[in-house]
Every structure is written in C-alpha cells, then in structure tokens.
Nanobody
Framework: QVQLVESGGGLVQAGGSLRLSCKASGRTFTTYAMGWFRQAPGKEREFVAAIRSSGLMTLYADSVKGRFTISRDNVQNTVILQMNSLKPEDTAVYYC????????????????WGPGTQVTVSS
C-alpha cells in the first residue's frame, strides 16, 4: 500500500497553466504505475494520464493530449502533471492513484488514491 497526497491545484484563467504534484510514501514506489484522474461535478471519475513504474511509457486521454504531460521522479517519490493551455472543461477535482505493476487507463484497477486537489479554470 502507498499513501498519496496531491498539491498544486487552484484557480487559473483559460489558457493558463498549473502543475500538480503527487507525493507518495513508502519504499516500493518504483513498483507502482501511477495515474491521474479527474471528476467534475455530476460526472463520473475519468482517466487523464498514466505513467509506467519505470517512467518509460505514458498514456493520455484524448481530451488532454498535447496539453498535459505526466512525469515521475523515483528518487523523490513524486508524480507531476503539467497542465498547459487549460480550458474551462478541465475544471474538476484531480486525483492521483497508484497500482501495482502494469500501466492502465481503468479507474477500477487502481488500488490507492489521494484525497484530490481542486482545479478551476475560468473563462
């Protein structure tokens, strides 16, 4: 099991940028694939981006491709989501999640979740 805490959310104008960070506790961080998900009011939680434990493979939702970048630092036990060219439809609570072994887009395959951080993009 790994404990996760997100930070970096906030209010930004459309076209702006935010950098979300997820700090993980535990000595087995390098064995976990990591993902970012988001949930807007009245909507289901959806996949945003994921990164393999090695950092050598990434996946993105079509809605964020070319605008968001996921990366990880296996020394600092941190996963970063750099979000550029933000749109009002990106407004949501963003969650960091961890799963053992292989990378996945499937919310149900992730075992550990952070409490989330709010991102609000104004038009």
């Amino acid at each position: 099991q790994v404990q996760l805490v997100e930070s970096g959310g906030g209010l930004v104008q459309a076209g702006g940028s935010l950098r979300l960070s997820c700090k993980a506790s535990g000595r087995t961080f390098t064995t976990y694939a990591m993902g970012w998900f988001r949930q807007a009011p009245g909507k289901e939680r959806e996949f945003v981006a994921a990164i393999r434990s090695s950092g050598l493979m990434t996946l993105y939702a079509d809605s964020v491709k070319g605008r968001f970048t996921i990366s990880r630092d296996n020394v600092q036990n941190t996963v970063i989501l750099q979000m550029n060219s933000l749109k009002p439809e990106d407004t949501a609570v963003y969650y960091c999640a961890a799963k053992r072994l292989s990378i996945s887009l499937d919310t149900d395959r992730y075992d550990d979740w952070g409490p989330g951080t709010q991102v609000t993009v104004s038009s």
